[in-house]
């Protein structure tokens, strides 16, 4: 009975797990699949077997970071928690917007930090809050020196149209499986790190390998990732890759490293000790985006063309997403909240217990997801 | 002949010599054609020179056909250039248009047979040269799309260049064949080839206003 109660608050965090594969697939693949250079089976397949790869063997080390803001420490409030998430990301992808998965699980920890009492770390807050622009702003900043650095390297080769097409292909490709591996493993935390601390699952010994119950965990978010993937992703691939601005193939390939850099740059603990090492100021570990960073690389690349790139930029659609960014937190913060009291007085659930930490919400498991 | 199945890799290569044969072949078949057209308007050489210059114009033509076929097939089963595919594909059909409208036109020629009068033969080959300048003007731009489209501004002014000037040769040709001494028919029939080798080369500026929007959009 206490393993079906557990599978059925699992349910809420496979259900994020569905949401943010909708949605956050589009940053590995959105551009290349918008631009036609990747077919949408392909990038499904790649994302899929990536991100689950990703999860497997690199998620279960990813339990920092945004844990210091809200620490969760019931099942059901849990449970509640990840479905306000899920509900919020879900929403967004149905409407085509590309939202961030980290913001709505800040939002919902919020909630659950309203509805428990809990103090929020407001230092902690803000400094999430400020990536919020930072992530953007630092990926359009990328994709303009990016595109530069490509177009004076492709005017000193002169690679034959076709050259240039297979490079370009290889690359998307290449930066897309990267890209997949790094949202299994940084956003795998997100989506199951909530039920770590009460994983139905037992340590598995396979001959030469184990497989401990925190991986088995993450296989099977990671596997409600890819549905994700599979079933609702294109729509929000669409709008990264085009509705914002008509990219060109190069331009898609930009945009997906630049983004993938912005993360690297604030998310590296190897890069800050090795600046560290060197005697250089270290780079501040920030939980960025990669939503936000998509869309300012994209943005980015309509600025370098100057006036005729503004005009290209389709701002009604800037607009939309950018209030998405601002609503995704509140809309999680809201849903959180009144979802903690219908399932605390309505399904007698004890969402938060006064004293007893139990579930340490593994929810900024790592910068990409957010 | 080459074989035109894909390897398994290397596809791009191999599809990128395919449009090197393709622009190489219609680059000879121009040749050719401007060979043959001469040896006629000009009246230095026989007929049955003519007539080897339009079979082996007529020979380019099958191979370039079976080329074009073979690039758009692989550009559409291999889903290359998604973005620029539509464009190359008008590019290629163009240039195999204006070479087949050069066959066909010089066919015409050689089963109308208008009298060959010397005191045209300079004029005519002027013409037939210049109209040959401006197509291989559109040819070597068509060359530097694939590299260097930047360039390609470059070669279309150059194109724009020979069709005026064939524009005048042109119509000064035309105006001395009717102030001539000669019968209706071929006073037409001198006529109307002067008008072949001008439409000629506005097929040649057609396909270079078309190659400097694709071109344009291929800017980086």
Redesign the interface.
């Known amino acids: 009975m206490a393993l079906i109660v557990t599978l059925i608050f699992l349910s809420s965090g496979l259900f994020l797990g569905w949401s943010m594969g909708a949605n956050d697939a589009s940053n590995a693949f959105g551009t290349a699949v918008a631009?036609?250079?990747v077919?949408f089976p392909t990038a499904a397949f790649l994302c899929s077997t990536f991100l689950i790869i990703g999860a497997v063997t690199s998620g279960s080390g990813a339990a920092e970071g945004l844990s210091q803001l809200g620490a969760i420490n019931a099942l059901p409030g849990a449970f509640t928690a990840a479905l306000a998430a899920a509900l919020t990301v879900a929403w967004m992808s149905a409407v085509g917007l590309p939202a961030s998965t980290g913001q709505a699980v800040v939002g919902s920890i919020i909630g659950w930090n309203l509805f428990s009492g809990s103090p929020t770390d407001l230092g902690t807050l803000g400094r999430i809050a400020a990536t919020w622009v930072v992530s953007p702003v630092l990926g359009a900043i990328f994709a303009m020196l990016l595109y530069k650095l490509?177009?004076a390297w492709?005017?000193l080769t002169?690679?034959?149209?076709?050259?240039l097409?297979?490079n370009t292909r290889s690359g998307l490709l290449l930066a897309g499986i990267f890209g997949s591996y790094a949202l299994g493993a940084n956003g795998i935390g997100n989506v199951m790190g909530f039920f770590v601390e009460a994983s139905p699952f037992r340590d598995l010994n396979l001959g030469p390998f184990e497989v401990s119950s925190v991986e088995q965990l993450f296989l099977i978010g990671a596997i409600a990732v890819a549905v994700g993937v599979y079933t609702y992703s294109r729509r929000v691939m669409m709008t990264v890759g085009d509705s914002l601005l008509t990219l060109?193939?190069?331009a898609a390939l930009v945009v997906v490293v630049s983004h993938s850099l912005v993360l690297f740059l604030f998310s590296s603990t190897a890069l800050e000790s090795l600046l560290a090492g060197w005697g250089l100021p270290t780079i501040p570990l920030l939980p960025v985006s990669g939503s936000q960073a998509v869309i300012g690389s994209v943005l980015g690349i309509g600025l370098l063309q100057g006036m005729k790139g503004v005009r290209q930029i389709r701002w009604g659609v800037l607009g939309g997403i950018a209030s998405g960014w601002i609503t995704t937190p509140l809309i999680a913060a809201v849903i959180g909240f009144v979802l903690l009291f219908v399932v605390q007085n309505v399904f007698g659930q004890e969402v938060y217990q006064a004293s007893r930490p139990l579930a340490v919400a593994v929810l900024a498991a790592g910068p990409a997801a957010l | 002949m080459a074989n035109e199945t894909p390897p398994l890799f290397g596809k791009t290569r191999f599809l990128e010599g395919l449009i090197d044969e393709f622009l190489d072949k219609i680059t000879e078949g121009v040749i050719v054609g401007e060979l043959g057209l001469k040896a006629y308007l000009c009246g230095q050489e026989g007929e049955e020179i003519c007539l080897e210059k339009l079979h082996q114009l007529i020979e380019i033509k099958r191979r370039c056909s079976e080329l074009r076929r073979t690039i758009v097939t692989m550009l559409y089963t291999e889903m290359l250039l998604p973005d620029a595919r539509g464009d190359v594909l008008r590019l290629l059909g163009s240039l195999f248009a204006l070479l087949d409208d050069m066959g066909d036109d010089f066919e015409e020629l050689m089963i109308v047979q208008p009298q060959r009068l010397p005191e045209f033969g300079a004029d005519f080959a002027e013409l037939t040269a210049m109209a040959i300048r401006s197509v291989q003007a559109v040819l070597v731009a068509a060359r530097t799309f694939f590299r260097t489209p930047a360039a390609v501004r470059e070669h279309i002014n150059e194109v724009r260049v020979f069709e005026d000037e064939t524009d005048k040769l042109a119509s000064r040709i035309k105006r001395r064949i009717v102030a001539a001494d000669l019968c209706f028919e071929q006073r037409t029939l001198l006529r109307e080839t002067a008008a072949m080798l001008d439409a000629l080369a506005d097929k040649a500026e057609n396909i270079g206003d078309d190659l400097s929007i694709f071109a344009i959009k291929r800017s980086l």
């Open positions: 631009t036609r250079m077919r490509l177009v492709i005017s002169k690679p034959h149209l076709l050259s097409d297979r060109s193939p190069l």
